[in-house]
């Protein structure tokens, strides 16, 4: 099993830019998460799936960013402008119904200059 | 507010000596409770965890410690090892199968 992969690794963007985070569950996970990691607030949640259905999004920073699930393979977190601030690494992992314990992918470092 | 906290930053540690990691809770309704660690540049992996109907669960050369009343947990590692030296974060669950809390980390150096 290949992982949670989360694509691009990297991401260098101009504030006011457009960015759209990917993110591959394991197969057969069914809840997925989005997490950021910062130095100030450590690992916070964003947004929490189950089923490709949103059933926390109390963590979403603001109206900026976005999350969806369109089908049970494919996640994006997109930030629309981007915004110094929101330059962390972001983490996406998932869990088989039932679970607690999370499979986190390798993040993707997110730099708005 | 945060809900689970990890008040120590760093942690250095002499190899083969014992790494405690503290961590606290705020919230009574979390009852599973998980360490993960984290190498530079990967996603955290998960290591040992524990129910609150536990106060200890060992794997290894890693001990949890959960004391419910005082609403802290520790891990224990013994002997430490260069390898494992990470940030080690706390996560607390109200659930299993729920969502995760995280502290802010702990940072260990394992010294040779």
């Known amino acids: 099993d290949a992982g949670v992969i989360q694509s691009p690794r990297h991401e260098v963007t101009e504030m006011g830019q457009e960015v759209t985070l990917r993110c591959k569950p394991i197969?057969?996970?069914?809840?997925l998460f989005w997490y950021r990691q910062t130095m100030m607030r450590g690992l916070e949640l964003l947004i929490y799936f189950n089923n490709n259905v949103p059933i926390d999004d109390s963590g979403m920073p603001e109206d900026r960013f976005s999350a969806k699930m369109p089908n049970a393979s494919f996640s994006t977190l997109k930030i629309q402008p981007s915004e110094p601030r929101d330059s962390a690494v972001y983490f996406c992992?998932?869990?088989?119904?039932?679970?607690?314990?999370?499979?986190f992918g390798q993040g993707t470092r997110l730099t708005v200059v | 507010d945060q809900q689970v906290k990890q008040n120590s930053p760093s942690l250095s540690v002499q190899e083969g000596r014992i790494s405690i990691l503290n961590c606290d809770y705020t919230?009574?309704?979390?009852?599973?409770f998980l360490w993960y660690k984290k190498y530079p540049a990967e996603g955290p992996t998960f290591l040992i965890s524990i129910s609150s109907i536990k106060d200890k669960n060992e794997d290894g050369r890693f001990t949890v410690f959960l004391n419910k009343s005082a609403k802290h947990l520790s891990l224990h590692i013994v002997p430490s090892q260069p390898g494992d030296s990470a940030v080690y974060f706390c996560?607390?669950?109200?659930?299993?199968?729920?969502?995760?809390?995280f502290g802010g980390g702990t940072r260990l150096m394992v010294k040779p």
């Open positions: 197969s057969g996970h069914n809840s």
């Open positions: 919230n009574s309704m979390f009852d599973y």
């Open positions: 996560a607390a669950s109200k659930n299993a199968g729920n969502m995760l809390t």
């Open positions: 992992a998932s869990t088989p119904t039932g679970w607690t314990e999370a499979f």
